[in-house]
C-alpha cells in the first residue's frame, strides 16, 4: 500500500471533483451535496497518509518524484515532512467544514453560479495540498502562483459590496511578490547543480551561495512569502479582502493559504538560504514584533467584526515569525503549532461572526448588544473562540503562543518582552468585542431570532472540540512537527542556546 501515489491521489481528488462540477449540467441541483462528498473522501485519503507517515522522523515522506518538463529541470515532486502534513491535514479539515457553512451562501437558482461557488472551493484545496506537498521548486511556484485563480473568483464573484476591489487588490499584491519570487526560483536553478532534476529541492539544499547573491535571492522569497503571510508592512490587502469575502472563504484565506508565507520560510528561506537567513535575523524580528502590537492595536479599535479578525490574525503571524526566526527548537516548534492552532481559531471566530452577520445583517460591532440573550449557544461558543484567541490556558493557542515566547526568549529576550505584550492586547481586543457583542439588556425585535442551527452545529462543534483538545493534549502534533523542526535548524547550523548557570554552576 506504501508504494502508491497516494499524495498525488490526494490532489487529484477534489482537482477532479471540481471538473465533474464544471462538466455538470448547469443548474446541477446537488452540486454541494457532491462538494461536500468529495471534501470527506479528500478527508479520509489524508487521514490515510497521515497513518503511513513515521512520527519522530523528520525528513521528507511518502516522495513521488515524476519527470514533468526535464528541459528546464522542472519534476513533478511530491512529499511530506511533519510541518507539511500538519497543514495539509488542517486544509482538508476545514474544507469540508467551510462547505457546510456555506451550504446557504449562493442558492441553487438554475444557473452555474452555485456550481461555481463549490467548485472554487475544490479547486482550491487542491492547490492547498499541492503547494504544501511540492518538494520541487518551480513545482511550489506553481502551485504558489495558481491558488490565486480561486482565491481571486471566490472573492470577485461571490464576496461583498466591494468584493471587486478587494479581489484585485489582493491578486494585484500576490503577483507582484510571486514575480519576484519567480525572478529568485530562476536564480536558485543557475546556482544549482542544473540537469533534469535541477529544481528539486534535495538537490539545492545545502549549497554554498553565499555573498550578495544568496541574500538576493533570500530577499526574492522573502519578500512573497511575507507579503502571503501577511507581515507589516506588506499586509494591507489582508483586512479588505477578509471583510468582503464570504466568512468560507475567509477561512480558507486567513487560516490556511497565509500559512503557505510563513511554511515558505521554514522549508524555502531558511533551508536553502541559512547564511542570508541569518543575515536578516535582526530585521525580521524587529518586523515580526512591530506586526504582533501594531496588529492588535488596530484590531482594538475596528468597528467592523470581519476586520477586526483580519487584524487579529496579523498580529499573531506576527508570532509565528518572530518563533520561526529565534531559531531555537522550542521557538520554531511553538511557529509550526502556532500555524495549526491558528487555523481552528480563526475558523471559529470567522464562522461564527458570519453567524451573527446572516442574523442581523450587519458587520458593524455597535449594532448588536445583548445577544448573549437572544442567541446563547452562539454567544457562547463566540466566546470560547475569543479566548483561544486571547491563548487563555486550557485552549489551544495558548500552548504554542507560551513555547513562542519562550523559545524567542532563550536567543532574543528583548524580542521576547514586546512580543509578550501582544497577549495583553489580545485580551483587549477580544474581551472588548465580545462586551460589545453579546452582553447588555435583550435588544428588542428580536425575539423571533433562531440561536445555532442544526447545520451551524455540525460546523461549530468540530472546531470547538479542535480547539479544547489541542489545548489540554497537544503532543500528538508536537511529536510529529518536533523532528522535522530539528532537520530545519541543522540546514541553518544552529543549535540551541546553552541554559544560563548560576556562580556554582548549577543552572539557573
Not at 340 to 348: D, E, L, P, Y
Request: aromatic residues 10%; glycine residues 10%; charged residues 10%.
Amino acid at each position: 500500500m506504501s508504494d502508491m501515489p497516494w499524495l498525488t491521489i490526494l490532489l487529484a481528488v477534489p482537482a477532479l471533483g471540481a471538473l465533474a462540477l464544471v462538466l455538470m449540467p448547469r443548474g446541477f441541483a446537488r452540486s454541494r451535496e457532491f462538494a461536500l462528498g468529495v471534501s470527506l473522501v479528500t478527508l479520509a485519503i489524508a487521514l490515510f497518509v497521515g497513518l503511513e507517515f513515521i512520527v519522530g522522523n523528520g525528513h521528507v515522506q511518502l516522495q513521488e518524484t515524476y519527470s514533468w518538463i526535464p528541459q528546464f529541470g522542472v519534476s513533478f515532486a511530491l512529499g511530506v515532512d511533519g510541518i507539511a502534513l500538519s497543514m495539509i491535514l488542517l486544509s482538508v479539515i476545514l474544507v469540508p467544514i467551510c462547505l457546510i457553512a456555506a451550504w446557504d451562501d449562493v442558492p441553487s437558482d438554475g444557473t452555474r453560479r452555485q456550481q461555481g461557488y463549490v467548485a472554487w472551493i475544490l479547486l482550491l484545496e487542491a492547490m492547498m495540498i499541492g503547494v504544501f506537498a511540492a518538494t520541487d521548486v518551480f513545482l511550489f511556484y506553481v502551485f504558489f502562483e495558481a491558488m490565486l485563480v480561486p482565491v481571486y473568483f471566490l472573492i470577485g464573484q461571490y464576496g461583498g459590496p466591494e468584493r471587486a476591489a478587494a479581489a484585485t487588490k489582493f491578486l494585484l499584491y500576490s503577483l507582484l511578490g510571486g514575480l519576484i519570487m519567480l525572478v529568485a526560483v530562476i536564480g536558485l536553478y543557475v546556482a544549482g547543480p542544473g540537469g533534469s532534476e535541477g529544481f528539486l529541492l534535495e538537490n539545492l539544499t545545502g549549497l554554498e551561495i553565499g555573498g550578495v547573491t544568496e541574500k538576493l535571492l533570500f530577499l526574492g522569497f522573502f519578500i512573497a512569502f511575507a507579503i502571503k503571510a501577511p507581515m507589516f508592512p506588506v499586509h494591507t490587502w489582508l483586512p479588505q479582502a477578509a471583510t468582503e469575502a464570504r466568512p468560507s472563504t475567509a477561512v480558507l484565506l486567513v487560516g490556511v493559504l497565509d500559512k503557505v508565507g510563513t511554511f515558505g520560510m521554514l522549508r524555502y528561506c531558511l533551508q536553502l538560504f541559512p547564511e542570508a537567513s541569518k543575515w536578516a535575523t535582526p530585521l525580521v524580528l524587529v518586523l515580526a514584533v512591530i506586526s504582533i502590537i501594531y496588529g492588535a492595536l488596530l484590531a482594538i479599535g475596528q468597528k467592523d467584526m470581519m476586520r477586526l479578525i483580519a487584524f487579529t490574525s496579523i498580529s499573531h503571524f506576527g508570532f509565528i515569525v518572530l518563533g520561526i526566526f529565534a531559531m531555537t527548537t522550542i521557538s520554531q516548534t511553538g511557529s509550526t503549532l502556532y500555524m495549526v492552532n491558528h487555523g481552528f481559531t480563526t475558523a471559529a471566530l470567522f464562522l461564527i461572526a458570519g453567524m451573527l452577520i446572516a442574523r442581523r445583517g450587519s458587520r458593524n460591532i455597535a449594532d448588536y448588544g445583548g445577544w448573549q440573550r437572544v442567541t446563547p449557544v452562539i454567544a457562547g461558543t463566540l466566546l470560547v473562540a475569543g479566548l483561544s484567541g486571547l491563548a487563555l490556558p486550557g485552549l489551544n493557542a495558548f500552548v504554542s503562543e507560551f513555547m513562542v515566547i519562550v523559545g524567542t526568549f532563550q536567543r532574543y529576550p528583548a524580542a521576547a518582552v514586546l512580543g509578550a505584550t501582544g497577549v495583553i492586547l489580545a485580551a483587549l481586543y477580544i474581551l472588548l468585542w465580545y462586551q460589545k457583542i453579546a452582553t447588555g439588556p435583550k435588544p428588542e425585535n428580536l425575539s423571533t431570532t433562531r440561536d445555532m442551527t442544526v447545520r451551524e452545529k455540525f460546523v461549530v462543534v468540530p472546531l470547538i472540540g479542535a480547539l479544547l483538545v489541542l489545548g489540554f493534549y497537544p503532543k500528538p502534533v508536537i511529536d510529529m512537527l518536533e523532528p522535522a523542526v530539528t532537520i530545519t535548524l541543522q540546514h541553518v547550523g544552529v543549535t540551541d542556546p546553552a541554559p544560563a548557570t548560576s556562580a556554582d554552576g548549577s543552572e539557573g
